[in-house]
T-cell receptor, first 113, second 108 residues
């Protein structure tokens, strides 16, 4: 079992470009999350999907959109990348909500120039 | 609003010394508290959670509702404990809220 798989691992974008970060899980978990990790800021929630068919904004949703494609996949889209979106992005899953153990992907290091 | 505070960005200790990573939280209900750890070049992973009341890799953490704290402790630090530690809070099916993290450096 791969667990939680994120693609790509690294990406460099120019300001204004768009891209989609992909996340897939084979753990049959209901809940999926996107966090960003910045030095001195910890992990901040961008969007989450409590269950298939639902998505909700987190702490820092501006500039992002998400799609819960099915139970396995949860993608994060940057429509017009900005340097402030330079970060490490983590996808995570849990069986049901934050009170159940979260499993993380390996992260995507995104640089916007 | 849920908030998790980790006052130390960096904590350096000598091998064999005791370790205490501080975590304070703000939440009006009954939260569940967790410690997650990220070792170098590894994924973030659960270290322990308060409801299990177990010791993992020699670490323990006690929930103190009066002081709204969930400090992580280990009596004798090892070099392999060097990592980034995040305290996190959740309630029911709400997403985890993380603190800003503390980097623990164990010096040989």
């Amino acid at each position: 079992n791969a667990g939680v798989t994120q693609t790509p691992k690294f990406q460099v974008l120019k300001t204004g470009q768009s891209m989609t970060l992909q996340c897939a899980q084979d753990m049959n978990h209901n809940s999926m999350y996107w966090y960003r990790q910045d030095p001195g800021m910890g992990l901040r929630l961008i969007y989450y999907s409590a269950s298939e068919g639902t998505t909700d904004k987190g702490e820092v949703p501006n500039g992002y959109n998400v799609s819960r494609l099915n139970k396995r996949e949860f993608s994060l889209r940057l429509e017009s990348a900005a340097p402030s979106q330079t970060s490490v992005y983590f996808c995570a899953t849990s069986s049901f909500g934050g009170s159940t153990e979260a499993f993380f992907g390996q992260g995507t290091r995104l640089t916007v120039v | 609003a849920q908030r998790v505070t980790q006052p130390e960005k960096l904590l350096s200790v000598f091998k064999g010394a005791p370790v205490e990573l501080k975590c304070n939280y703000s939440y009006s209900g009954s939260p569940e508290l967790f410690w997650y750890v990220q070792y170098s070049r590894q994924r973030l992973q659960l270290l322990l959670r308060h409801i299990s009341r177990e010791s993992i890799k020699g670490f323990t953490a006690d929930l103190n509702k009066g002081e709204t704290s969930f400090h992580l402790k280990k009596p004798f630090a090892q070099e392999e404990d060097s990592a980034m530690y995040y305290c996190a809070l959740a309630s029911g099916n709400t997403p985890l809220v993380f603190g800003k993290g503390t980097r623990l450096s164990v010096i040989a």
